[in-house]
């Protein structure tokens, strides 16, 4: 299984931004993503890199403001959280899934590995 790592996160203040980061010990060609889940509510996708052709996909609240990307080794994905907001507060994991595909990429239950989570706090 996959052992994922997060990074970054913090607090800031509405309109900031920030960046995770999340290491995989190995490349598998697994899709990877995030979620994030604020207290009292589920877990949510945010964003997803599916491995077939890079092909990403985002949820409508944070579309445009967002940005999923994987570095060159392809075993980091990173997330760019820009013009941030007060409902973006929550606790964001990084996960991965074998295949490439992006169907059901926002479907908590498709996932086989998951990172410990990093909080992101948004002040208004």
């Known amino acids: 299984q996959v052992q994922l790592t997060e990074s970054g996160g913090g607090s800031v203040q509405a309109g900031g931004s920030l960046r995770l980061s999340c290491a995989a010990s190995q490349y598998t060609g697994n899709s990877m993503g995030w979620f994030r889940q604020s207290p009292g509510k589920e877990r949510e996708g945010v964003a997803v890199?599916?491995?077939?052709?890079?092909?990403?996909r985002y949820a409508s609240s944070v579309k445009g403001r967002f940005t999923i990307s994987q570095d060159n080794a392809k075993n980091t994905v990173n997330l760019e959280m820009n013009a941030l907001k007060p409902d973006d507060t929550g606790i964001y994991y990084c996960?991965?899934?074998?295949?490439?595909?992006?169907?059901?990429?926002?479907?908590?239950?498709?996932?086989?590995?998951w990172g410990q989570g990093t909080q992101v706090t948004v002040s208004s």
């Open positions: 890199l599916c491995a077939w052709d890079n092909y990403t």
């Open positions: 996960t991965a899934r074998v295949g490439a595909s992006c169907i059901n990429w926002d479907r908590p239950g498709s996932y086989s590995s």
